[in-house]
């Protein structure tokens, strides 16, 4: 994937995120420090945060990769690799 799948891929999870956790300002996220304690949110709304992310992206996410989506640097990287080697398409998006 290119730049611009990265960039939509972090948009994808800020959109997921803000739906989790309202109150969070994307641009007060640290990349690379664990997104649970920066938004406080629990194991339960984390595991919500990677079943929407499969959801919206069609990307398989298997529970032994979890720890690989903990900062937004992780699940940009692990994301953009998952999905290029799959060709996943958002769900519910068309081309065009």
């Known amino acids: 994937m290119n730049a611009p ?3 939509r891929i972090r948009s ?3 959109d997921v995120l803000g739906a989790i956790a309202p109150e969070v300002d994307p641009a007060a996220i640290v990349p690379d420090q664990a997104l649970r304690e920066q938004i406080d949110i629990d194991s339960f709304d984390f595991l919500n945060v990677i079943i929407r992310l499969h959801e919206v992206l069609g990307i398989e996410i298997p529970e032994s990769d979890y720890a690989e989506l903990t900062t937004l ?3 940009v990287e692990y994301l953009t690799r998952r999905g290029a080697g799959s060709g996943a398409q958002p769900a519910g998006k068309g081309s065009g």
């Open 73 to 75: 640097d992780g699940a």
């Open 5 to 7: 799948d990265r960039e």
């Open 12 to 14: 994808v999870i800020f």
